[in-house]
């Protein structure tokens, strides 16, 4: 099973809900990362996850909220958001680095969840 | 900013032809990927060339690396339609488990 799945694949939200975007993945991957895009740009690093903890933050708003319940599951938490957090939210796993430098590691992506912040 | 920049951002060729995309990038790099994405979809792992590697072949994609420039070349032979997409390199540094996105070229594929 080499596939990252995604849910919702679209969500409308108003600034004061709460939702919560989920990710699984069933390739023995150690490695999850979130990322976000906006329309005719690159995805932008938000977080990785090394066996589970929480590796890396690029500087991300505390309205999101990552967290990592096991090894195949990966969650963004999402509350108070703004319009401008509109974007396609991507989430990717892969080999962690730990298993070794020369590890490949290509990354799997989800199809990603369309958001809207009304 | 991590990010590489490529260019053109934006190639339209008529079917059979070849594309080529550049990605330049800024930092020491363990790998550069390339990768697809259909619109609005996730992104599909074409191709990895690790930093001691010059060019590498797969199908009709052909990538090449210049460390020195830090730069990478991708190449689409006998372009199709079903190419039409955008291209993202990737590179990753040697250590942690980054992975920085370049701008990206838009390619349409006219039949």
Redesign the interface.
């Known amino acids: 099973d080499t596939e990252?799945t995604q849910t919702p694949k679209h969500l409308v939200m108003g600034m004061t809900n709460k939702k919560s975007l989920k990710c699984e993945q069933h390739m023995g991957h150690r490695?999850m990362?979130w990322y976000k895009q906006k329309a005719?740009?690159?995805?932008?690093?938000m977080f990785?996850y090394?066996y589970e903890k929480l590796?890396?933050n690029e500087s991300v708003p505390s309205r999101f909220s990552p967290e990592c319940p096991n090894s195949s599951l990966l969650n963004l938490h999402l509350h108070a958001l703004q319009p401008e957090d509109s974007a396609?939210y991507?989430c990717?796993s892969?080999q962690?680095?730990l298993a070794g430098?020369s590890s490949?590691?290509?990354?799997?992506?989800?199809?990603?969840t369309?958001l809207t912040v009304l | 900013s991590q990010?590489g920049e490529e260019d053109p951002q934006a190639l339209s060729i008529q079917e059979g032809e070849n594309a080529t995309m550049n990605c330049s990038y800024k930092t020491s790099i363990?790998?550069l990927?390339w990768?697809r994405q259909n619109s609005?979809?996730?992104?599909?792992?074409l191709i990895?060339i690790r930093s001691n590697e010059r060019e590498k072949h797969s199908g009709r994609l052909r990538v090449t690396l210049d460390t020195s420039k830090k730069s990478s070349s991708l190449l689409i032979t006998a372009s199709r339609a079903a190419d039409t997409a955008s291209y993202?390199c990737?590179t990753?540094r040697?250590?942690?488990?980054?992975?920085?996105?370049?701008?990206?070229t838009?390619l349409t594929v006219i039949p």
């Open positions: 990252v490695a990362y005719k740009k690159p995805p932008e690093l990785v090394s590796s890396i396609l991507l990717a892969s962690d680095r430098a490949y590691n290509e990354q799997f992506f989800g199809p990603g369309r | 990010q363990n790998n990927q990768y609005g979809r996730g992104l599909v792992h990895l993202f990737a990753d040697n250590t942690g488990n980054q992975f920085y996105f370049g701008t990206g838009s």
